[in-house]
Nanobody, 123 residues
Framework: QVQLVESGGGLVQAGGSLRLSCAAS????????MGWLRQAPGKEREFVAA????????YYADSVKGRFTISRDNAKNTVYLEMNRLKPEDTAVYYC????????????????WGQGTQVTVSS
């Protein structure tokens, strides 16, 4: 298991940018695939982006491809989500998540979750 704490959420106008960070505790962080997922009010939690342990592979939901970038710094036990050209439909609570081994796009496959950070995009 790994403990995760997100930060960086907030209120931004449409077209703006935000950078989310997720700090992980645990000496085995570098062996975990990491992901960002989000949940809007009244909707199911959905996949946003994932990255492999060695930064070799990244995956994105079609809705954010070309606008969001996931990255990680294993030396700092931190994963990031750079969000550009934000839209009102990006409004949600964003969660950082981890799983051992290969990345996944399925929320149910992630075993460790942060508490979430709110992102609100105004029109």
């Amino acid at each position: 298991q790994v403990q995760l704490v997100e930060s960086g959420g907030g209120l931004v106008q449409a077209g703006g940018s935000l950078r989310l960070s997720c700090a992980a505790s645990g000496r085995t962080f570098s062996s975990f695939a990491m992901g960002w997922l989000r949940q809007a009010p009244g909707k199911e939690r959905e996949f946003v982006a994932a990255i492999s342990w060695n930064v070799g592979f990244t995956y994105y939901a079609d809705s954010v491809k070309g606008r969001f970038t996931i990255s990680r710094d294993n030396a700092k036990n931190t994963v990031y989500l750079e969000m550009n050209r934000l839209k009102p439909e990006d409004t949600a609570v964003y969660y950082c998540a981890a799983k051992p081994g290969v990345p996944t796009t399925r929320p149910a496959d992630f075993g460790s979750w942060g508490q979430g950070t709110q992102v609100t995009v105004s029109s």
